[in-house]
Every structure is written in structure tokens, then in C-alpha cells.
């Protein structure tokens, strides 16, 4: 079945300091990729997305490369702010049968100013 | 994107009471899902809900402890039944863009089993 492995959390960074959180995933076929963020108190908001094999997904700074050769999405920013705290999800979409996403664990990014 | 409400946004129940969660999309939608998202934890699909047909349980979840309804294409609830307090958790409903394969989530419902 589907899986998806994020680093362990929790991620603890000054502000302006560059941001990696890793993800890989397991899956057959060509899945999509996004990444979804939740602040504190707040709903589940989809990020960013890739639908095929070299696609970047951005936005709001975040930037995410979908590699099939290494099954990997990892999230970067370049800079982050105080505001970029959160919990930040990796999940995939199956291309065939299931539709529903899978989720990674999850990691939480703590950005101290 | 879609806008999706939910209700209650939060409930404190008894244990062996139910308690019935709304979910309203502001446009027609074929899928939608259930999740639920345990303290601290990621999120686990429960069900995913066509209009027309019985839902689709994950392993793990059964018809007779969350059954859904799906009367039309903007609505559905999930009735969590003879609540425990392992139980307590968020909940929360799904829906997929059709075009993009885009999903979205609603706000969420806090449930604390006492």
C-alpha cells in the first residue's frame, strides 16, 4: 500500500534561516504530491501540489520538487518567519483506486525570532 | 477551492452516548472523506462517502460505530456511536476538487469522550 515517511519533528530554526523537511514516499504508479500546512488552532490548508515526475509546487515561498528517481517531496523556504510555525504534512494521491490521501506523520516547525 | 463548514465545531459527550457531525461543501462535490486526527497525531481516513452509495471503510473502522449518510452532492455526516474515551479526537470531513485532484478540509470537530 501507500506510505508516506517525514522526519521527525520537532524543527526548531531562527528566523530567515533556510528550512528542509523531508519526505519520501512509497506507491505504485504516479501518484500526486502535496503538502499541507495547519497553524495553531486552525484547519488543515493545502500548501502546494505536484502532479507528475519533475513538477516544483510553491507558494507563499515554499517550494517542493517531486523526484521519482529518489520517491521524494522534500519542502523548502528559503527564509522562514515567525509566522511560518506550524505543522507542516506530506500526503500523496493515489493514481489509481483509493483516492483519498495518505498522510505523513507530520512535523512541526517552531521559527524563533 | 471550496468552502466547507462543519458542525458542532466542538462537543464534550458521555461515554456510550453519539454524537452526529455535519459537513456542508458551498459547491457539488463526487468525493468526500472522513478523517480523524487523534491528539498530537496525523490524520487517518475513516471513510470516504459518494453520493448514491454505501461509504467505503478503512480497515479498522466500522459501518455500525460511524455510519455516514450522503443524501446529495453538498452534504454528509458522520455519527460517531456509543462513544468511548478513546473516541475523543478531531474530526474531519474532506472533499476533492474533481478537476485538479485537489483536496480540502473542513474547519474540524473537537470531540472530548468523558
Keep these: 500500500g501507500n506510505s508516506v515517511t517525514q522526519m521527525e519533528g520537532p524543527v526548531t530554526l531562527s528566523e530567515e534561516a533556510f528550512l528542509t523537511i523531508n519526505c519520501t514516499y512509497t506507491a505504485t504508479g504516479y501518484p500526486s504530491l502535496f503538502w499541507y500546512v495547519q497553524y495553531p488552532g486552525e484547519g488543515l490548508q493545502l500548501l502546494l501540489k505536484a502532479t507528475k515526475a519533475d513538477d516544483k509546487g ?31 504534512f506530506c ?22 525570532p | 477551492s471550496a468552502v466547507i463548514s462543519q458542525k458542532p465545531s466542538r462537543d464534550i459527550c458521555q461515554r ?18 472522513w ?24 480497515s479498522g473502522f466500522v459501518i455500525d460505530k460511524f455510519p455516514i449518510s450522503r443524501p446529495n452532492l453538498t452534504f454528509s455526516t458522520l455519527t460517531v456511536s456509543n462513544m468511548s474515551p478513546e473516541d475523543s479526537s478531531i474530526y474531519l470531513c474532506s472533499v476533492e476538487n474533481d478537476e485538479a ?14
Design chain 1, 58 to 88: 510553491s507558494n507563499k515561498g515554499f517550494e517542493a520538487t517531486y523526484r521519482k528517481e529518489t520517491t521524494s517531496f522534500h519542502l523548502e523556504k528559503g527564509s522562514v518567519q515567525v509566522s511560518d510555525s506550524a505543522v507542516y
Design chain 1, 91 to 112: 500526503a500523496l494521491r493515489g493514481d489509481t483506486g483509493r483516492r483519498a490521501l495518505t498522510f505523513g506523520s507530520g512535523t512541526r516547525l517552531q521559527v524563533q
Design chain 2, 16 to 33: 456510550g452516548t453519539s454524537l452526529t457531525i455535519q459537513c456542508q461543501v458551498d459547491s457539488q462535490v463526487t468525493m468526500m472523506f
Design chain 2, 35 to 58: 478523517y480523524r486526527q487523534q491528539p498530537g497525531q496525523s490524520l487517518t481516513l475513516i471513510a470516504t462517502a459518494n453520493q448514491g452509495s454505501e461509504a467505503t471503510y478503512e
Design chain 2, 101 to 114: 485532484y485537489e483536496q480540502y478540509f473542513g474547519p474540524g470537530t473537537r470531540l472530548t469522550v468523558t
